[in-house]
């Protein structure tokens, strides 16, 4: 039970910061691939928003979910 309230905080945290700050992870993770981009796509922040959102939910489900199956 302690694993997955961790885990979904973890998950939880991840998500939002996926949220807020999409310029960020893409100059972690996509800058160096590309000489010409200097910032990401519209549909790239999108996206990534989007991804954001699903891990912040994923996140509150696992948190909740040993509590309903008890």
Excluded: H, N, Q
């Amino acid at each position: 039970m302690l694993w997955c309230i961790c885990g979904g905080i973890i998950f939880f945290a991840l998500g939002i910061f996926i949220f807020l700050k999409p310029d960020l992870i893409w100059k972690i993770t996509e800058e160096w691939k590309s000489y010409s981009a200097d910032e990401p796509s519209e549909l790239y922040i999108k996206s990534t928003k989007f991804g954001g959102a699903l891990f912040t939910v994923f996140g509150i489900i696992i948190a909740i979910l040993p509590f309903v199956l008890e």
